[in-house]
């Protein structure tokens, strides 16, 4: 890398494009980038301030009647020594300063390349990502939307035995759901060596291979909701900010001061602060309070996926296992198939231990609350070669009932209903081959589209439009495919009911803080409607449904027409994926479109294991795919979107992407013959003289 940036500094034209855009020149690479800690999707410190401030506005037992906290109840209630009120205050600013992406403006770049101020919004709306939380209604923010982007981001991942597989030999498939990204997020490489024959996905700045396989085995990884953040309440002493109550006394802060380079300027002096439990985030001295985070993420051995290193080598499940013990970040259910026939799971991730709070609101930092250190990876969920012939993971709970160390286990998981379709189809009793894990790995059943519709039977809808929609629905099969007019019937209506069902179940006071409610939540309510839906439970809650579905196919008539024809779901104006350059929204359009990727339809959402996200534009989902047959590491398949090169004037820049936007595969060679069969060009790096 070292080598490169020399090259660079004596021809600037081999630089990225995005350096001259920006005016900036790399810095040499150093090891601690790799070992550098940081979040790590090993948090919930924001879900933890707003559930903190819903139970000020609305009581513990009203949060919890929504939230679907499981697998036990938890203990929400604010301790009294927390004035509610003051948890209004921006608190997580700072915090949330460091986590998010930046978000690039026409003056962070070169004069030259600047972009008009008024299309910032505009792309950042139709990117759909964490920008914009917009209310199609109001155009303004929408805490609803936001938090359905945040439920989006998944994975999905399973193992099947060899005697469930057409080959005889365990498969392994995985596609991690993160942000759809152009430069992709991942890339493909095969690293081969002394002692090295790896092949899969990583990120750029993360050493080896975090899902592939070697020769001996494959491996896959979600993420397993590891709750690694708290927020810390502190007294502060009135005539000291800089000291906080702990215990009975007074404690000092440690003060760090900081030099920081600015772009543009000169340095920048801040003044860091830290308690015993971490950084502080926000001080309100006129109140005497200082807010900080403990994370689980800062301590040695958090540097995020570097245990790959170890799994890249493994040979056998005792070998995985052991290499899994390193992997403290993020926290993650990792499957194992090896060609010797066995399969596994094994979570993993740095967990504390609370043996007297949920973790799940913020908390006084007098000593009354403290991490009873941290349970042994090892000591995790996990199975061997399980009864059932398979395992599948999508990010819900897994944690068996007799699982001994609840007091390490967090409280909020994804819905089940990617889960349960794999599981429906890997359970079904029959062998299942390459071409089968494709179709499960690109399924668009919904499972809550089967749950839901079957309760529209009994209505009528007055409106002719309407009662069409109702009887199109009636015969439908629930596969949110892309080119059917049922499945944009359907979405439109869920995305109302999800709204309705909102505004019904959460206090208008906690609606802010919370967002929305788990599908989960809904359909229990609609499976056995009580007093929320009036004096007749079951008119009431079918006359909501009704009322969804004359809202969604309004929303439809006035984005489409009249004509249900013109209703398909996948389509520019409705569900699609373009993917957005993050210079994208500074640049000039007509530079802007040269980074832009799309547009082309897609099917799905959320609740699909072909998960596009909630949005119109599939901000989220699966843009790495690899499917594994054990017995012929030449049969792997996969999928990276939109290409292996973050450069756009490369061939490769998005030649994957109308691929992965049609749920295509290629094939994933890894036999030096094939690989050598189907080379497209052939580098040799020598050391410079």
Do not use: C
């Not at 006394?249 to 801040?270: H, L, N, Y």
């Not at 930092?365 to 000591?379: C, F, Q, S």
């Not at 007019?485 to 009911?497: C, D, S």
């Amino acid at each position: 890398v070292n080598a490169y940036i020399a090259e660079t500094e004596r021809n600037p034209n081999l630089l990225p494009i995005e350096f001259e855009l920006l005016g900036i020149r790399p810095k040499p690479w150093t090891p601690e980038v790799v070992i550098s800690r940081h979040q790590g999707l090993l948090g919930n410190i924001g879900s933890e301030l707003d559930y903190g401030r819903a139970v000020a506005a609305a009581g513990p037992e009203a949060v919890k009647a929504v939230a679907n906290f499981h697998p036990r109840e938890p203990d929400i209630a604010l301790d009294p020594a927390i004035d509610g009120s003051l948890l209004e205050a921006d608190i997580l600013g700072l915090y949330n300063a460091f986590r998010r992406s930046v978000q690039f403006r026409p003056e962070h770049l070169v004069e030259e390349y600047r972009g008009d101020e008024d299309a910032v919004e505009l792309i950042r709306a139709a990117a759909g990502g964490e920008a914009v939380a917009t209310d199609p209604d109001l155009g303004e923010y929408d805490p609803f939307t936001a938090w359905q982007d945040q439920r989006d981001i998944g994975s999905n991942n399973w193992v099947v035995s060899g005697r469930l597989s057409e080959s005889g030999y365990p498969l392994m498939a995985n596609d991690p759901h993160r942000a759809q990204s152009v430069p992709s997020l991942r890339y493909w490489v095969h690293l081969v060596g002394p002692g090295w024959n790896v092949i899969g996905g990583g990120e750029p700045e993360i050493p080896g291979v975090s899902i592939g396989h070697n020769e001996y085995g494959a491996w896959g990884l979600t993420v397993f909701s590891t709750d690694g953040e708290d927020l810390y309440v502190y007294e502060t002493d009135p005539t000291n900010p800089n000291r906080y109550r702990y215990r009975g006394g007074w404690e000092e802060m440690s003060v760090i001061t900081e030099s920081i380079p600015v772009k543009g300027q000169g340095p920048v002096e801040a003044e860091l602060k830290y308690t015993r439990h971490g950084p502080v985030v926000y001080e309100d001295p006129g109140n005497n309070v200082a807010y900080a985070v403990r994370a689980a993420w800062l301590e040695p051995g958090g540097s995020p996926y570097l245990a790959s290193l170890r799994m890249d080598q493994a040979k056998t499940w005792e070998e995985f296992v052991e290499a899994s013990n390193y992997s403290n970040i993020p926290g993650e259910n990792m499957i194992w198939a090896d060609r010797a026939g066995n399969i596994g799971w094994q979570a993993v991730g740095i967990a504390p231990i609370r043996r007297n709070f949920s973790g799940l609101v913020p908390v006084p930092g007098d000593g009354r609350y403290e991490w009873d250190g941290y349970l042994p990876i090892k000591a995790k969920p996990n199975v061997y070669n399980p009864t059932e012939g398979f395992f599948a993971t999508a990010n819900n709970n897994l944690t068996p009932n007799d699982y001994p160390y609840f007091d390490a286990i967090g409280f909020s998981w994804s819905d089940p209903y990617r889960w349960a379709r794999a599981s429906e189809v890997l359970g079904s009793g029959r062998r299942h081959s390459m071409a089968d894990m494709m179709a499960l790995q690109t399924d668009v059943l919904s499972i809550p589209a089967r749950t839901i519709v079957p309760m529209l039977q009994h209505v009528r809808s007055a409106d002719g439009s309407v009662e069409r929609s109702r009887v199109r629905l009636m015969d439908w099969d629930f596969e949110l495919e892309a080119e059917s007019v049922e499945a944009g019937i359907y979405v439109a209506f869920e995305r109302r009911l999800q709204r309705m069902m909102r505004d019904l179940l959460i206090p208008e006071g906690a609606r802010e803080h919370l967002g929305g409610v788990s599908m989960t939540v809904i359909i229990r309510h609609l499976n056995m409607p009580g007093a929320e839906f009036g004096d007749d439970p079951i008119a009431g809650r079918d006359h909501m449904l009704l009322q969804a579905l004359e809202a969604g196919v309004g929303d439809l008539q006035d984005e489409f027409g009249g004509d249900q024809e013109n209703w398909r779901y996948g389509q520019e104006n409705y569900k699609h994926a373009t993917i957005f350059h993050p210079l994208s929204q500074a640049l000039p359009d007509e530079m802007a479109q040269r980074f832009t990727v799309g547009t082309l339809p897609r099917g799905g959402n959320s609740y699909t294991l072909n998960n596009s996200g909630s949005g119109d534009n599939q901000a989220s989902g699966a843009s790495f795919r690899i499917i594994v047959d054990t017995g012929d590491w030449d049969r792997t398949v996969g999928a990276n979107n939109p290409g292996q090169s973050g450069d756009p004037d490369s061939p490769f820049y998005d030649n994957l992407y109308e691929l992965w936007a049609n749920d295509r595969y290629f094939p994933v060679f890894y036999s030096r013959d094939k690989v050598e069969s189907v080379a497209a060009e052939r580098w040799e790096l020598v050391p410079g003289r």
